[in-house]
């Protein structure tokens, strides 16, 4: 029994090094069940929810709502939290030489507040001058949509797009601005519809180089 408990166990080591150094907020076990697991598991809690909140969870509409949310959870909106998911970019080498920024905007944000549980929608603008090493374009999105697929702070977000890409391609030079609504500010409390949210990150010749940063902000349409 405890040889077969040592199997299914993930690497101590290799969950708080993950833990750490994505800083998100994760406990030493969040690995330790399957996603069936967690799934059964979420299904059972939700179920007793809608239940407290007076639902009859006998009708149709209402009977599957339980394993909808919780698949929901693992497998999309918080598949994030799974090192499992990690994108594995394409790395080349800069061949063209190209030493001016390059930048991927308007990327799509889908995310959830970690406070209210409520979506935050918005757009991510990304760039890096390399250092040697490019990555696919396509990649940048996927970096940008696994760390939104998590409980998240827009700060958070932010910092942590621009240290996966500045290890990923061995540069200090990178920026990302995230412009977001959250729906905890927009559907309730306050409740005003207009406002966003603008966090920014800049390493490197982005912070020190005020003329860089500026030409940024400028293609990405904030300058």
């Known amino acids: 029994m405890e040889e077969k408990q040592k199997k299914k166990i993930p690497n101590k080591n290799y969950i708080l090094n993950y833990s750490m150094n994505h800083k998100t907020p994760l406990r030493e076990d969040a690995f330790f069940m399957s996603d069936e697991e967690k799934i059964e598991k979420i299904e059972k ?12 969870m006998n009708d149709d509409s209402l009977r599957r709502t339980p394993k909808r949310v919780a698949k929901m959870f693992i497998q999309e909106i918080f598949s994030g939290l799974n090192p499992k998911t ?55 999105n996927r ?22 890409l500045q290890k ?34 800049f390493i490197g010749s982005f912070k020190k180089n005020s003329k860089i940063r500026r030409e940024f902000l400028h293609h990405i349409g904030i300058a």
């Open 86 to 140: 990690t994108p594995r970019p394409s790395i080349f080498e800069n061949k063209y030489k190209y030493n001016q920024m390059l930048i991927e905007k308007n990327i799509t944000v889908y995310s959830t507040c970690e406070h209210h549980f409520l979506p935050i929608v918005g757009k991510a603008h990304v760039g890096y001058i390399s250092n040697g090493k490019v990555v696919g374009l396509s990649k940048i």
């Open 143 to 164: 970096i940008v949509n696994f760390y939104a697929k998590r409980p998240q702070v827009q700060e958070r977000l932010t910092m942590q797009i621009v240290e996966s």
């Open 45 to 56: 809690h939700f179920f007793h929810i809608m239940k407290i909140l007076g639902l009859d």
């Open 168 to 201: 990923m391609l061995e540069t200090q030079d990178v920026a990302c601005v995230i412009e977001a609504k959250h729906l905890c500010v927009n559907s309730r409390g306050i409740r005003d519809i207009d406002s966003s949210t603008i966090t920014t990150e």
